[in-house]
């Protein structure tokens, strides 16, 4: 008997046995437990027989199998990556302190001069109260008065920007003559209208206020005699030096400018007389 046979047999014995448990119709109880023991029986001989196969040479009926060793592949574990919470860039708030209000100072203002017209009286004071020391027209002229001397009555100032004070006007009609020549100051005689206002200066810094009233124009006969005739150029008529003086200086206060007129090559052709009286 080989090894087959006494497999089969084993299998019809527990066929038997469980068929007899489970059909307790048929069998007593007494049946079940006998053919357990002959089941019990059969296999204590089967595992002799198989004992005693090994020991006499008998071949393993199972066929050897070569266990190959199986292949020890670690699988490669991937790093899990890691969530990095990336931090963006938040700009910081600085808070700014609100500015104080601060009163922006006023500059300091600059001094201004004082008037031109303050400036040329200062200039000119030189305590004679009695003294006219300058004359003034707004806009126009800025004139320096000097004196004639004692010994020269017919004296004008070369000067430029000079009036002379006519001292034989004061003597005999109390007024006031301004001569100049017209080559000089006395180019701004001719610019003189009526209503402008002529203001002289003394020399204690008191002022007197004049208004042009009218102009006169004559023609000196005889050009370079202090005694020569005059001929009015606007009515033609004939007066002697004596009657032209009292005429342009005398009467109520007044300030009368006097220039001469150039004709051709004769710069004292004529006489430019401006009357100024005292309103």
């Known amino acids: 008997m080989d090894f087959k046979d006494f497999v089969f047999i084993i299998i019809i014995l527990n066929s038997m046995v469980y068929s007899m448990e489970v059909d307790r119709a048929g069998f007593t109880l007494k049946t079940i437990p006998r053919a357990k023991a002959v089941y019990r029986v059969l296999m204590v001989i089967l595992c002799f027989t198989l004992a005693s196969c ?3 040479g008998a071949v393993n009926p199972l066929p050897a199998v070569n ?7 670690t699988a490669e574990r991937s790093p899990t990556p890691s969530a990095t919470a990336t931090i963006e860039n938040t700009a910081t708030v600085t808070l700014t302190p609100t500015p ?30 009695w003294q006219v020391v300058g004359v003034f027209v707004d806009n126009l002229l800025a004139l320096k008065v000097v004196q004639q001397p004692a010994s020269n009555p017919a004296y004008v100032s070369s000067l430029n920007d000079v009036a002379t004070y006519f001292t034989l006007v004061m003597k005999i009609t109390g007024n006031t003559g301004l001569l100049a020549h017209n080559y000089l100051a006395g180019i701004y005689y001719f610019d003189l209208r009526p209503g402008q206002s002529v203001v002289l200066i003394y020399g204690d810094g008191r ?3 004049y208004v042009v009233s009218n102009s006169q124009q004559f023609q000196a006969l005889s050009p370079n005699s202090p005694t020569s005739n005059f001929v009015s150029i606007a009515t033609g008529e ?9 005429r342009v200086y005398g009467g109520g206060s007044r300030t009368t400018l006097q220039t001469c007129i150039a ?10 007389f401006v009357i100024a009286p005292q309103e």
Not at 117 to 126: A, E, Y
Not at 238 to 246: I, K, V
């Open 54 to 56: 090994q020991r006499n």
């Open 67 to 73: 266990m190959l060793p199986l292949p020890t592949h």
């Open 100 to 129: 104080e209000y601060t009163a922006t100072p006023e500059p300091t203002p600059t001094p201004k001069p004082p008037p031109f017209f303050d400036q040329f009286v200062s200039s000119l004071v030189n305590g004679n109260s």
């Open 207 to 209: 002022t007197e206020e």
């Open 238 to 246: 004939t007066l002697t030096s004596t009657d032209l003086f009292y």
């Open 263 to 272: 004709q051709g090559n004769e710069p004292s052709w004529g006489r430019l």
